[in-house]
């Protein structure tokens, strides 16, 4: 069945854009737009899509508001289109935290340089969004805690012994705002070691995320700048549009800023800062793959796990999108699957 | 990239942020009357984000970085974090005209020019606020496109927000007291309940950017080309419908009313619990829509606006003249059948034509608002440069003209309103010392008047002196003394729209070339007009443009000279008279006759335009037509009076462009060609005085 998509944007000129370039893919098919927020609410109701892209700013009521009244009326997938400003980004994360799935620039050249690819890529993200149809609920952390029923003692496959980690290396795509936030909120301010988080993000998000991350978390959380030292109870969000590695420096280990490659699809790669963590701590490094699209980390874990350190994966139930927890745990290379609320209490007992 | 004015894309763009961008032109300048009005500056926000966002899908870089900017500022406003005052609106307002002409570099084809980089800078500069003023000078070298980088004055901005002073969501509660197209729709939106079908198309506004007015608002004068760019308009405009269509976008036919649209069947099959939410609405509705049977009926007519591009009403418009052609020729042609059934279908037809002719000009008809909203503008920026104190009034703003004419006015009403405030308002003490208010007032006026519309320009300033305009007009040497002494108050006032006449010693850069007035002038009476102008010295100035309702059909005198028939356009005439040639007098070597104890001139047409005229043959006899051009009367002698005629007005071809004294031709009601006089050129041409 077509995936069918209702398209919010006050600008007549988007929605145009927009559904011209859903309706080219045959699978696709647009059922009807709106513009503004609350117009957006009627349609849903009136036309039940299974996806909406959403602006933010329009006039009447805003997208943020828009996407906390459709997932308390009837929870749909949405997909935010985010200005890449700071602004921006802030806004993103409040449509997130209220329970869009997932954002793309609004910019389609930001996307991609080719606007065919960026057509592809659109499409592509609504099919597979819609896809999680069903799972979706008023919040993607809310429905995980309804959905799973609790589990009392952490489900251990091997035993570690707590103080063992050097480090904790959190990598994510998409899903990943809110599904860091659900973690790093809950630990506490004097977490053991420091934490290093490679979220797929464009450049201008990245800020704006740490800031926001900062002050929901009682750890200390910022963008990390090359040359930063690694302190504990310290997280690092890798910078949006580079690569982040960890090298040593005399008898530290500092971080490393870098400039992406022509070819490296993602800025941040999770695979690079896995790796060269690997080589930085040998088998002392926690890291964890939560939420997201693709199979990036899949070779970090790998290198990680012949260094001997250890890799937990987020289970499927409660991934937005069960890519690149599934591409580890399908490797053979997940010491532990955990649906997300857990990650945060597994971690404070064995780091 | 290369623009490609055929792509459909790029016209999307260009018609949706035209609109936005003339909507910003007068809420901009509301805003500086209410700088704290919170959805004001929401609503300029989402204007130059979505004209960025538009701009941004084109890859139109200059106008990105433009708007990025400018949104940021916004950005800051709307959150509290800055307030707007003159300083800012003096940076914000040109960026404005910037992007209406990098819009017009789009519509010609050609790609917008980069930013000013000292407008950015400006623009930079005000997204500093006190907290951030140290990053200024990192902020300033930042190149300008680059939207993906965060500058450090975002990044403060970002941890401001981020300690807690966190930007309220633009949640817009409407409680502005001015309603936007946006606001407008909601409310009928709230009005109907939830459930609109698609407003999509009926969002579409009749706003239509007109690109004349900022080459106007970029240079006070009009040069000569822009002037044989204004007289090939007209010549479009006058003739050919739709041989101006490159400037002209669609633009929506706008229904009576835009219909509600209730999907109460698809609310009928929602679950009860949906039911219980929706009953609550209905009770908020009219008693008349919580019917449901009544509420289904509007359900039925979704959208009752449609956009039809300009070129397809212009198509309608010319047909419904060629009916009138061919209605006036089974007129004449019902005249010589006696048959009392031809005579009831004839004037059957005659008056479904009338209808018809009628309702299509309807169709064609747009409020003056669209040429009025930008005065706020003018003014203010204006009397700001000079430092002058000025309130302009706008009456009769709704009405309606003809799409053309309303784009050929917008010039020369600008050009009048800016003389206004430059020429007619003094400076805000020397009032205070005549005893006046600090604050001057133009007057801005439109109504609809029979079968034309009249625009009135006043203002409260110093009024002109007659004398002070004989002089100069004697300076000039355009005449001797004694018959600028022969001149009355009011023919002196109206020397002004004489070429090369000009009352400022020095050349300003707002107006005082003496190039404006003329052109004015020339162009109003091309659109079949008039101007005139009257004054009180001390209590300031009137000027008074009489225009018709349309361009494309025209009510004429049709008179013969020789054995050709020739149609003078009604608006110049004045009155006719059979006159004993005898009983005229000398006058300097021209023939002039007294009507009514006023001297007019007298000039024979067929000397001018008929072959072997010879005046004998009139046997002393002859026909009088009384024109008049601005306050000038003269009289036409012609062979022949026939009667009134609408007439439809076709160019005439390539050979006989620029014919002077020729507007045009049409086919008269016996079939034959008849040349439509300009009166003026006419003069022009041939007349000793003029």
């Known amino acids: 069945m077509n995936t069918r998509v209702l398209v919010v944007d006050d600008s007549s000129f988007f929605r145009k854009r927009v559904t011209e370039m859903l309706n080219a893919d045959p699978r696709i098919e647009v059922v009807g737009s709106a513009n503004n927020g609350e117009e957006a609410i009627t349609k849903t109701k009136e036309l039940k899509p299974d996806v909406i892209t959403m602006d933010i700013e329009m006039p009447v009521m805003d997208g943020i508001t828009a996407v906390k009244k459709i997932m308390a009326a009837l929870p749909t997938p949405i997909l935010m289109f985010s200005s890449l400003t700071t602004e921006g980004a802030n806004a993103t994360f409040e449509a997130l935290e209220a329970g869009a799935v997932d954002y ?152 490393r800023i870098t400039d992406p490659k022509p070819g490296q699809t993602y800025k941040p790669c999770v695979d690079i800062t896995f790796s060269s963590a690997s080589k930085a701590y040998p088998g002392k490094v926690l890291s964890v793959i939560l939420t997201g699209m693709g199979a990036d980390g899949r070779e970090g874990a790998r290198a990680l796990k012949s260094t001997g350190s250890v890799v937990w994966s987020q289970d499927e139930a409660s991934s937005v999108i069960y890519g690149m927890p599934a591409a580890v745990a399908e490797a053979g290379l997940t010491d532990n699957v955990l649906p997300l609320t857990m990650i945060a209490e597994n971690l404070i007992q064995s780091v | 990239m290369p623009i490609d004015l055929e792509d459909e894309v790029l016209q999307d763009f260009l018609v949706e942020a035209g609109e936005i961008l003339e909507e910003l032109g007068n809420q901009l300048v509301d805003l500086e009357q209410r700088g704290d009005d919170k959805d004001l500056l929401n609503t300029v926000f989402r204007g130059f984000h979505t004209i960025k966002g538009g701009a941004g899908f084109l890859a139109l870089d200059p106008l990105v970085a433009l708007c990025h900017i400018a949104e940021d500022v916004f950005n800051l406003l709307r959150n509290g974090e800055k307030a707007v005052d003159a300083h800012l609106m003096d940076v914000i307002l040109p960026v404005l005209d910037s992007l209406n002409d990098m819009f017009d570099s789009i519509r010609a084809g050609e790609d917008p020019a980069d930013a000013d980089p000292q407008q950015l800078e400006n623009l930079r500069g005000l997204l500093n606020t006190d907290s951030a003023a140290p990053a200024a000078s990192v902020v300033t070298s930042e190149p300008a496109a680059d939207d993906n980088d965060i500058t450090d004055d975002e990044f403060e901005a970002m941890l401001d927000a981020a300690a807690g002073n966190k930007p309220a969501p633009a949640a817009a509660s409407e409680t502005s007291d001015e309603i936007s197209d946006d606001e407008f729709e909601s409310l009928l939106d709230e009005l109907h309940g939830s459930g609109k079908i698609d407003t999509t198309q009926a969002s579409a506004s009749t706003e239509k950017p007109s690109a004349p007015a900022s080459t106007e608002s970029a240079s006070d004068e009009i040069t000569d080309d822009e002037f044989d760019d204004l007289l090939d308009q007209l010549h479009g405009a006058t003739g050919a419908p739709g041989a101006n269509d490159k400037k002209q976008v669609a633009e929506p036919v706008k229904a009576e009313e835009k219909a509600p649209a209730e999907p109460e069947k698809e609310k009928k099959a929602e679950k009860p619990a949906a039911k219980k939410v929706e009953k609550k609405e209905e009770a908020s509705k009219p008693p008349k829509t919580s019917d449901k049977a009544a509420a289904k009926e509007p359900a039925a007519a979704t959208e009752t606006t449609v956009r039809v591009d300009t070129k397809r009403l212009d198509d309608i418009m010319n047909l419904v003249g060629e009916l009138v052609l061919v209605r006036n020729r089974l007129s004449t042609l019902e005249g010589s059948v006696e048959n009392e059934n031809m005579s009831a279908a004839v004037s059957n037809l005659d008056v479904v034509t009338a209808d018809l002719q009628n309702a299509v000009m309807k169709t064609r008809m747009q409020p003056i608002k669209k040429v009025f909203g930008r005065f706020p503008r003018v003014v203010r920026d204006l009397a700001r440069s000079l430092g002058k104190e000025i309130t302009l009034e706008m009456e009769g703003e709704d009405t309606d003209l003809d799409k053309n004419l309303v784009e050929a006015l917008a010039d020369p009403l600008v050009h009048l309103v800016r003389n206004s405030v430059d020429h007619g308002i003094e400076m805000p003490d020397v009032r205070e010392q005549t005893g006046k208010i600090r604050n001057g007032r133009v007057l801005l006026k439109a109504s609809q008047e029979g079968d034309h519309i009249e625009l009135t320009i006043t203002d409260d300033g110093k009024g002109m002196d007659a004398n002070v305009l004989r002089g100069i007009a004697v300076d000039k040497g355009m005449m001797d003394e004694e018959s600028a002494a022969r001149l009355s108050d009011n023919d002196c006032y109206n020397l002004i729209f004489a070429p090369g006449f000009s009352t400022k010693k020095e050349i300003s850069d707002i107006s005082g070339r003496g190039v404006g007035m003329d052109v004015v002038k020339t162009r109003i009476v091309q659109l079949n007009g008039s101007v005139e102008i009257d004054s009180t010295l001390g209590n300031g100035s009137v000027v008074l443009i009489k225009v018709p309702l349309t361009l494309a059909i025209m009510p004429t005198l049709m008179v013969v000279l020789g054995s050709q028939t020739f149609a003078l356009p009604l608006v110049n005439v004045c009155e006719i008279f059979d006159l004993d040639l005898d009983k005229t007098n000398i006058v300097d070597g021209q023939q002039v006759v007294i009507v009514r104890d006023k001297p007019v001139p007298l000039y024979y047409l067929s000397e001018w335009l008929a072959n072997n005229f010879d005046r004998d043959s009139l046997n002393g006899r002859g026909h009088v037509v009384i024109v008049s051009i601005g306050t000038q009367r003269v009289g036409f002698v012609v062979d022949e009076l026939i009667g009134q005629e609408e007439v439809v007005i076709k160019p005439l071809g390539a050979m006989l462009q620029g014919m002077d004294g020729m507007a045009g031709a049409t086919i008269t009601g016996d079939g034959n060609i008849a040349l439509i006089l300009d009166v003026p050129g006419l003069l022009k041409k041939y007349a000793r005085r003029f």
Do not use: W
């Open chain 1, 104 to 255: 793309l620039p609004k910019r389609f050249d930001d996307i991609s340089k080719d606007r065919e690819d960026a057509k592809q890529l659109l499409c592509s993200r609504v099919k597979l969004i819609a896809s999680r149809r069903g799972q979706t609920s008023s919040s993607p952390v809310q429905a995980q805690k309804r959905d799973v029923t609790p589990v009392k003692k952490p489900l251990f496959k091997k035993k570690t012994v707590k103080g063992n980690y050097k480090l904790v290396a959190i990598g994510t795509s998409t899903g990943g705002p809110i599904a860091l936030q659900e973690v790093l909120t809950k630990l506490p301010k004097d977490f053991p070691s420091p934490i290093i988080l490679i979220q797929h993000m464009p450049g201008s998000f990245t800020g704006a995320f740490a800031g926001r991350l900062n002050t929901l978390c009682k750890i200390d959380v910022k963008e990390a700048e090359d040359g930063d030292s690694l302190l504990p109870g310290h997280a690092y969000l890798a910078p949006g549009g580079k690569q982040m590695e960890l090298i040593q420096r005399g008898r530290e280990i500092i971080i």
